[in-house]
Every structure is written in C-alpha cells, then in structure tokens.
C-alpha cells in the first residue's frame, strides 16, 4: 500500500499513538509500522515500552512520555505529526488514575491538541457508552466521545465490544483461573451478551483511518461476526484449553458484594462498577449495522473466536502444547 509523505524530506506520515504499550496499542502500533509509518508512542512510562521497537524498523518507532492529565505533555507529544490516535482507558480507578481525568477530561484535552495543530483525530471509545450509565467507565467513555465531537467534529470514533487476542484480558483471565479453580462465576447467570472482537481487525480499522480510508465524522461500531452470552464465552474458553469446571451462576447482588470487596485490591478481578456494566449487552447496534458503521460495513471480515483462541489459550491446558488436544 502507498503511503502518504509529507515535508521537504519526503518522510513517511508520522502517527501520534497515546496508550500504545499497551494491549491494543501494540498490534496498532505494528499495523502502522507495516504499512511504513513513523510512529511516535506517547505513554507515561517510556522505560517500561523497549518491546514496541521491534515492531517496525531501525529508528521507525518513538517512545516519548506523556500524560493525559497534563496538556503541556500532549502538545510535545503530538508536535510535528499528521495524524494523531487515542487509545487510552482505564478499567478500574487507581491513585491518580480517575475514570473522568482519563476518559473525559485527556479525550477532550488529546482534541484540543490535535485541533490546535490542525491535524486529524481517529479516538477509542467502547460499545456500551452512555452518558445517562450508572457505570463510570461507560458515563465517562460517552462523555469523552461528547468532547471529542465537540472539539474536533469530523474525528473518527472507534467503539468496539470485548476485544480478544494473545494479551487479552477477558479470555486469559478466566483460562487462568480454571488452572486452579474447580469452578467460574457466571455473573448475573452467565446471559449477558458480547460479540467478541480481534485485536488485529481492531488495529487494522484505526491504521486504515491513518490511510485516509474511513468516513471521518462517525462513529464506528465494532463487533466480531458472532454474538455470545458470557456462559458461551466461558464454554468455549473451556473447550478450547480442554478443561472441565463447573459454571456456578452469581447473582447480581452477589455479584455487587463481591465487586465491592475485590474493588479494594490493586489490580481488582472484579470491581462494583464493572458489575454494573455487565447488566447491558455489549453487541452492535442494529443502527450502525444499517449505517454501514462496523467493521463489514468498511470492507474488513471479522475474524471468529474459534479461529484465534487455540493459538494462545494452549499454555492454559495442562499439558500446554503438548496436550493431546494441542497435538492435530
């Protein structure tokens, strides 16, 4: 694919990437490096992201430090750059690490940057925003989407449902906790529904907003090619690392008890407000499938789950790959 130069030195575009070290971040990060961009990764601790420099090229990938909640670090960061994506979000509150500093308050400042360098915006949000939510993660990811459009009204959206992939943190997690449990927690019974989403189509969608490919202006909704109730998740998480554990249904006031509790934790499993997320479907929208808003609507055939997880859920099968069920 031909990439775009820019300046007197025919340079190839350079792309601005906050939250690049991390787990969507880096297979953004590599979708760009492969398609000859220069990327500059802005990230609050840059010691801590040497893994990105081999994604790309001698001198083709830039790690510098910024931090959404001071604006002076956004300006360095994206200076010089043609276009710029945001990928940061917080699962859970943590020191100075707030849903609203993060989610609103850095989505808005990040527009404003870009705004005042005149230069395009591609920004992650998730399905399931809502400004009315009575989840701060999701109220925050709406309000941050509000600010965006505000500030910079032709910026790409990008909402996407459970993202899975080798670093994931949905599958793995729960693989990892039948290595030891004799059962799993079905919050809420198990019925919530997700459509799980491949990292690699996710970062194909924001490099090709890079390309100048996608609509600008919108917000796209993006969804794997199956809908599937958190039990069917579990079940074949289950299948695929060969193991047998029973699937014990938690009610929601249960649920909330122990979200509260595990809320408590540094790096909670759980907490009160992730609970309170699960209680809505986390699918498309019938509106953006008619909109043409998803990734088949822009020419990207999802990929399914059950062509991805085998490759890294067999370290959870106790014999790893060489588990019989590993040997085909």
Not at 51 to 66: D, E, R, S
């Amino acid at each position: 694919m031909a990439v775009e130069k820019t300046g007197i030195l025919n340079k190839p575009k350079l792309v601005t990437v906050f939250g690049g070290s991390g787990f969507v971040g880096r297979h953004v990060v590599a979708a760009l490096a492969q398609r000859g961009y220069r990327v500059r990764v802005a990230v609050r601790r840059p010691t801590l992201a040497p893994y990105l420099q081999p994604l790309g090229n001698m001198g083709q990938i830039q790690t510098v430090q910024a931090n959404l909640r001071y604006r002076w670090s956004i300006d360095r960061a994206i200076k010089g750059a043609d276009h710029v994506i945001n990928l940061v979000g917080i699962l859970y509150e943590g020191g100075g690490q707030r849903f609203n500093a993060v989610q609103a308050f850095g989505a808005r400042a990040v527009a404003e940057a870009a705004r005042a360098e005149g230069i395009p915006l591609t920004h992650m949000s998730a399905i399931g925003a809502d400004p009315h939510s009575a989840s701060g993660y999701a109220r925050t990811k709406a309000e941050g989407e509000k600010a965006v459009h505000e500030v910079l009204p032709d910026a790409i959206i990008l909402r996407p449902s459970i993202i899975f992939g080798p670093e994931d943190g949905f599958f793995n997690k729960f693989a990892n906790m039948a290595r030891f449990s004799p059962f799993l927690p079905l919050i809420g019974g198990g019925h919530t529904k997700f459509q799980p989403v491949y990292v690699g189509d996710v970062a194909e969608i924001f490099a090709r907003t890079v390309d100048g490919t996608v609509e600008r202006g919108k917000i796209y909704e993006l969804g794997g090619p199956e809908v599937m109730s958190f039990r069917r998740c579990m079940e074949e998480m289950l299948d695929v690392i060969d193991r047998k554990r029973t699937l014990v249904p938690i009610p929601w006031f249960a649920a909330r008890i122990i979200g509260a509790v595990a809320g408590l934790l540094p790096k909670p499993v759980i907490t009160r407000d992730q609970v309170t997320q699960l209680q809505h479907d986390n699918v498309v929208s019938d509106e953006a499938k008619k909109d043409g808003r998803t990734l088949e609507g822009i020419g990207i055939r999802p990929t399914a789950t059950d062509a991805v997880l085998p490759s890294y859920l067999w370290r959870f099968r106790e014999q790893g790959q060489f588990t019989k069920k590993g040997m085909a």
